[in-house]
């Protein structure tokens, strides 16, 4: 069973247990996060998907922290679907892991073997441990699913193809795939980067605009022709697509802030969003 190392550990997020358990903690309660810690609830879970953010837990942390309070609330899901873009441009178009674990320093995770195997078809997704090994974007995620949950099950899915074709073909696999699963799909992406506040701020929000109708066509298409420079334009799009197909109802963004929030600096600034989609 392969074994993924992590590789931005002391670096996005601290590499030491003990510290890592506080910084998340700190997350939660940082005056731009929800400001409380989560706990899980019992009930019929109603949350399909979520966008997060990924950049280093000191910027983007706390404004992750509402996604996954929000999370937490609606119940324990059986297992996630992790999509994030891919920034080192290594590997395949879309790849995933077949199996395997993956370690943070809180501990280890199981991909979803079972799952993975139903996605993974040769044809649009392809297994490739290799576009993984130097990526971030789904590994900042997982120590926040463990702060929640402890035991996680997940399928990795890195998008190097962020084409709306290859959207809707990796969509549709999802619906299939995980049909009778209860599963949630985390789109990994930070919003508008290295621009002015302002700036920022006006063209996200045309971006956040088309995410809370839901429209991932509008969404997709607003992108590319307001250039504005969302990292994981792919997986929240796959997101909104497999949400739609499977009765969402609605969109709530639950916060939206840049790092010129958290630090003061708002010469060129990074854009953070959380939502989740509901039935």
């Known amino acids: 069973m392969e074994v993924r190392e992590p590789v931005v550990a002391?670096?996005?997020?601290?590499?030491?247990?003990?510290?890592?358990?506080?910084?998340?903690?700190?997350?939660?309660?940082?005056?731009?996060?929800?400001?409380?810690?989560?706990?899980?609830?019992?009930?019929?879970?109603?949350?399909?998907?979520?966008?997060?953010?990924?950049?280093?837990?000191?910027?983007?942390?706390?404004?992750?922290?509402?996604?996954?309070?929000a999370l937490a609330s609606d119940g324990n899901p059986q297992t996630f679907i992790l999509l994030g873009p891919n920034h080192t441009g290594i590997g395949m178009p879309i790849s995933a892991i077949k199996n395997g674990r993956?370690?943070?320093?809180?501990?280890?995770?199981?991909?979803?073997?079972?799952?993975?195997?139903?996605?993974?078809?040769?044809?649009?997704?392809?297994e490739d441990p290799v576009a993984h090994s130097s990526e971030h974007s789904i590994e900042v995620q997982l120590p926040f699913l463990q702060f929640v949950y402890k035991k996680v099950k997940f399928v990795?899915?890195?998008?190097?193809?962020?084409?709306?074709?290859?959207?809707?073909?990796?969509?549709?696999?999802?619906?299939?795939?995980?049909?009778?699963?209860?599963?949630?799909?985390?789109?990994?992406?930070?919003?508008?980067?290295?621009?002015?506040?302002?700036?920022?701020?006006?063209?996200?929000?045309?971006?956040?605009?088309?995410?809370?109708?839901?429209?991932?066509?509008?969404?997709?298409e607003r992108v590319l022709s307001l250039d504005i420079s969302i990292c994981g334009y792919g997986p929240i799009t796959t997101m909104m697509i497999v949400a739609k197909a499977v009765g969402a109802k609605s969109c709530e963004i639950l916060k939206y802030a840049t790092s010129g929030d958290v630090t003061g600096d708002k010469h060129e600034v990074v854009g953070y969003c959380a939502a989740m989609v509901k039935k």
């Open 156 to 220: 990795p899915i890195c998008m190097l193809d962020q084409s709306f074709e290859a959207c809707t073909r990796l969509a549709n696999m999802i619906v299939k795939a995980a049909k009778n699963k209860d599963a949630v799909i985390i789109a990994s992406s930070d919003f508008s980067h290295y621009e002015a506040y302002e700036t920022a701020y006006a063209k996200d929000a045309k971006a956040i605009d088309a995410l809370n109708a839901l429209d991932a066509r509008r969404f997709y």
């Open 102 to 126: 993956w370690l943070t320093p809180l501990g280890e995770l199981t991909v979803d073997s079972a799952l993975a195997e139903k996605l993974i078809d040769n044809k649009i997704v392809l």
């Open 10 to 69: 002391g670096y996005f997020y601290e590499g030491e247990k003990k510290l890592l358990l506080e910084q998340i903690k700190s997350c939660f309660l940082h005056k731009l996060g929800p400001g409380k810690l989560p706990e899980i609830k019992t009930g019929k879970r109603k949350i399909i998907g979520l966008v997060v953010p990924h950049a280093g837990y000191f910027y983007s942390g706390a404004i992750a922290a509402h996604a996954y309070h």
